[in-house]
């Protein structure tokens, strides 16, 4: 397959994806599967993505203190997403 009709089927499944108003289900699958490389392995095994709700990224902690002192990272996190998904998709980043 030439480059040309790679980007031409990429820009297809892209316009169907967003058609089908699933885009947001697709950007969460990339989020989840590369988060222990974006966060990091000592932060991926105390903390996992729960989901993306309209822009709300969920990640739950598995300890209070830990919680409470990575609320002072989320900006940062939500600008490095936004970054590699290539558009401000997350809005919020709610520790849990």
Known sequence: MSESNE?????ALL???RAMGMEERLMEAQIKTSWAEFIGPTLAKKTYVK??????LHVVVDHALL????????????ERLNAELGKPLVHEIRLL
């Not at 989901?51 to 709300?56: A, P």
């Not at 919680?67 to 939500?78: C, D, I, K, S, V």
């Open 7 to 11: 980007k031409t089927l990429r820009t």
């Open 51 to 56: 989901r993306l709700d309209k822009g709300v």
């Open 67 to 78: 919680r409470h002192e990575l609320r002072f990272y989320t900006a940062q996190w939500m």
């Open 15 to 17: 316009q169907y994806v």
